[in-house]
């Protein structure tokens, strides 16, 4: 099977590389569609392995697109027409050249006739799905600035998750770190320099002291194939989950590792229910909305089972019902999307449910930081003490011999 280096548009706004294994670049554009992606480009590759494609820059600074909508959103509601609003953001915007450019084209096609989904969606390489469908609905349902504004708000939220997720992990790895470069200090430095003398003597040593030396010098010997053995290991990972067979099995297996799989379950959730409530609020179909939150999911197999749910959903089985059958949404959001879809107000239920979630991941990354600060401050503590004792122990002996 021929395979084809793509550039794909993820639903975040990012174009990234991939390679894929397809027949036709047909069947590429329909499995991105279905994935909630789209197409930009694609060329025939020549054997070229697709184990060393990066991610390209982002088109667009976050900062310069969240500033945009939220002047367009409020010159909208002031009344002001669409091309006058743009000329207004555009006289005033010097920085941000290339982005600021490409509205400049977006704005002429606005005053050719084109509407401000259908300027903006020609550059679906650049901008997310979720963001031309919001605009497409917000002119649908003629409030566009409010479909903005729902935008925005999904940002913020989303953006604040991402920042929890990275806090709680800053300070341990901050920790872990601080920790392997004081041990490698002690190893390669203090330990030679403290414990040669005592090995000159010829004197048997205590045995956490000879422990200590055997393992010293199998380091100091070893590092460099200790070094190639971590890069190979981590090779053979990077390799491994290029795979989508693999990829899949690996993150079906973390939804299952305690803790870990709570927190990736939470974290979708939240995401998930806040933008399929901001694609309901903005008008769009379930079906759509769905399809569009799908992108969103980092995990495969979680991806995998919304597809099998709006397949149910499209087939005519109830929204809960589909997501229950997957066998991996929490039940508690089960109950409250089931509740929503009988009482009418399934957009305001998910976004309880997206809420609820966000809470609950902040309590789960509270939780685990306070419990796994002070394991590693003790797990260095005992590591450093067996170092320092080990050292002195020869002292000791040597002091009691005398005495």
Known sequence: MPTYRCKIATSDGYVVERVIAADTIDSIKAQL???????????????????????????????????????????????????????????????????????????????SGESV????????????????????????????????????????????????????????????????????????????AVTGSFVETGRDLPFFTTLLL??????????????????????????????????????????????????????FMARFSATLSTMLSSGNPLNLAVRIASGLVGNRYMHGCIMRALHGLEQGVGFADSLESTGVFPNMAISMIAAGEEGGSLESVLMDVAKFYDTDIENKLTMITSSLEPLLMVIMGVIIGFIVLAMYMPIFQMAGTIG
């Not at 992606?37 to 184990?51: D, E, N, Y």
């Not at 088109?59 to 010159?75: D, P, R, T, W």
């Not at 935008?151 to 806090?167: F, P």
């Not at 190979?232 to 067979?245: A, D, H, K, Q």
Request: net charge positive.
């Open 117 to 192: 989904s259908g300027a903006v969606g020609k550059y679906s390489h650049i901008f997310s799905p979720l963001y031309v469908a919001s605009l497409k609905a917000g002119e649908s349902g003629g409030d566009l600035p409010g479909a903005i504004f729902n935008y925005l708000a999904y940002i913020r939220k989303t953006d604040a998750l991402k920042q929890k997720v990275k806090a709680a992990s800053i300070y341990p790895l901050i920790l872990s770190v601080c920790s392997i470069f004081v041990v490698a200090f002690l190893i390669f430095f203090v330990v030679p």
């Open 214 to 267: 055997n393992i010293t010098d199998f380091v100091k010997r070893r590092y460099g194939l200790m070094g190639m053995g971590v890069v190979l290991i981590f090779c053979l990972g990077y390799f491994f989950l290029r795979w989508e067979r693999s990829a899949l099995i690996f993150d079906r297996f973390l939804l299952r590792v305690p803790f870990v799989g709570e927190i990736i379950t939470c974290y």
């Open 33 to 111: 569609v279905k994935d909630g992606t789209h197409l930009v480009s694609a060329r025939k590759s020549a054997g070229t392995s697709s184990f060393f494609s990066f991610k390209s820059q982002i088109y667009i600074k976050s900062k310069a697109f969240y500033a945009f909508n939220q002047e367009l959103s409020v010159l909208l509601k002031a009344g002001l027409p669409v091309v006058t609003a743009f000329d207004n953001i555009l006289l005033k915007k010097k920085q941000h050249h290339g982005f600021y450019k490409l509205l400049g084209d977006i704005r002429n096609d606005i005053a």
